[in-house]
C-alpha cells in the first residue's frame, strides 16, 4: 500500500483545509469599492419630462417610460450600468449612483409582492387631473427594492 503522505496533492490539500476560503462571502462580506465602480442607476422624478429617450435607447430594455400616465421604472436586476440613458438624458434625470448595488436573496415570489430590483416613480399630471391609481400622494416615489 502506497504511503498517503507521499502523493502528489497532499501538501496542498493539508494547506488549504488550514487556510482562510480563497473567495470572499457575499453578501456579508463586502468587498470596498474602487474609483471608477458603476453602481445603480437613480432617478430624479422632479426633472424629468418624461421624453421616453432613454427607454427608447436602452440595450437591456430595463427601463419603461409614460409620457401619459407620467410613469418612469427601473429594472435593476436587468440594467448593465453601461450609461447610454445617463448621456442621452437632456434634463439629467438620470444619474449612477456611487453605492454598491442591492442584493436581492429571494425572488418576492408571494402573490402581491413587487418583483426585485423593480423601482418606479408616478407623477401626477401637471393639468390637474386626479393622480395615477395605486399612488396617493401624486408625487412620490414608489420604491420596491
Known amino acids: 500500500m502506497a504511503n498517503p503522505f507521499n502523493l502528489p496533492m497532499m501538501g496542498r490539500s493539508l494547506r488549504n483545509l488550514l487556510s482562510r476560503p480563497a473567495t470572499r462571502r ?28 432613454c427607454a427608447r435607447r436602452c440595450p437591456t430594455v ?8 407620467r410613469f418612469f421604472a427601473i429594472e435593476q436586476l436587468r440594467c448593465i450600468a453601461c450609461g447610454v440613458c445617463i448621456d442621452l438624458c437632456n434634463k439629467d434625470s438620470l444619474r449612477m449612483s456611487e453605492d454598491a448595488p442591492h442584493v436581492h436573496l429571494h425572488t418576492g415570489a408571494a402573490p402581491g409582492d413587487p418583483r ?6 408616478h407623477q401626477q399630471p401637471p393639468d390637474g ?4 391609481p395605486g399612488d396617493a400622494a401624486g408625487g412620490t416615489a414608489t420604491a420596491a427594492v
Request: hydrophobic share 30%; aromatic share 10%.
Open 116 to 121: 426585485p430590483g423593480h423601482q418606479e416613480w
Open 62 to 69: 430595463a427601463l419603461t417610460c409614460s409620457r401619459e400616465d
Open 129 to 132: 387631473s386626479p393622480p395615477v
Open 26 to 53: 457575499y453578501p456579508s462580506e463586502v468587498r470596498p469599492h474602487f474609483a471608477g465602480t458603476r453602481g445603480t442607476l437613480e432617478f430624479d422624478l422632479d426633472t424629468c419630462v418624461f421624453c421616453g429617450l
